[in-house]
């Protein structure tokens, strides 16, 4: 997609790596009290998950790559958990992920059609919303487009936990990614401005938010490697896999460390450019 920018998307909580977290939550969504008796989560002291809990989930982008991964995560918990797709989307791969799906639920609507989105998600309670779209190819205001109808109805829908995944070099952010060839690549600063305008919605929506930035993503077959971190270091850019990125995003549900936050990926583990067989 970029030469130095792989991936779907144009993040250290202290330290909070995603083996310490793999292994002190297997089953359960990490921590997700809804915000009533929250612990912080380290990897010195890891918090014992509430496994119990029917919390309400709302997945967007649950189709793709990375919303896969996230929805093959929230599988091994007991949330209540939505999926918002269009009417002509493959859901086979998903409803394989779930052997309960007494907790897995459908709802249709297109995220470009305001009108659809109001439906789908009308009279909808929902505690968080994880935001894993792929940005439609060409589309330089997919979300200037998509975010306020998304919000406003996150709003209504009484979420406390909006948790998005946007790409490196978002807006402003972009000032600090110079001489790494992104200039040849056609319209990936139009996007860029894209995603710092969603971003900004976000932040100024006054829902509690949760941003990671995304940014050379290895091949969606590509196993976690355990030592990718979260850091609101907004220098970093390394590579990383979707199923880290999965971890690192149940990780943050319901966590007070990561409310109003925007996080890189950190990974030193994986080379780039990626090595071929």
Not at 61 to 76: K, N, P, V
Not at 130 to 154: C, Q, S, W
Request: glycine residues 10%.
């Amino acid at each position: 997609m970029i030469a130095d920018y792989d991936g779907d998307q144009l993040g250290l909580i202290g330290e909070i790596r995603v083996a310490d977290i793999f292994r002190c939550c297997r089953k359960g969504l990490l921590c997700l009290t809804l915000f009533f008796g929250l612990a912080t989560i380290t990897a010195a002291a890891p918090a014992t998950p509430d496994t119990g809990g029917s919390e309400r989930v709302l997945v967007l982008g649950g189709t793709g790559q990375l919303g896969r991964a996230i929805l093959s995560e929230l599988a091994a918990t007991n949330a209540q958990v939505s999926v918002l797709a269009r009417a002509n989307s493959d859901r086979t791969s998903v409803e394989a992920l779930w052997p309960d799906r007494s907790r897995l639920q459908w709802l249709t609507g297109d995220l470009l059609n305001a009108e659809e989105i109001d439906r789908a998600l009308a009279g909808h309670r929902f505690d968080v919303v994880i935001n894993a779209v792929r940005v439609e190819d060409g589309d330089i205001h997919f979300y200037e487009k998509i975010m306020p109808p998304l919000l406003r109805n996150t709003q209504r829908a009484g979420v406390r936990q909006f948790i998005h995944h946007g790409a490196v070099g978002a807006g402003r952010n972009v000032e600090k990614f110079q001489n790494l060839g992104w200039e040849r690549v056609p319209g990936i600063f139009d996007r860029l401005k894209d995603q710092g305008i969603g971003e900004d919605l976000l932040r100024g929506s006054g829902v509690p938010y949760t941003i990671i930035r995304n940014a050379r993503i290895y091949p969606p077959e590509s196993p976690a490697t355990g030592k990718a971190a979260l850091t609101e270091d907004d220098s970093i850019i390394t590579p990383m896999t979707r199923a880290d990125l999965a971890k690192l995003t149940l990780s943050c549900v319901a966590n007070a460390a990561c409310l109003n936050k925007t996080f890189h990926v950190q990974d030193a583990s994986l080379p780039w450019p990626m090595r071929r067989p």
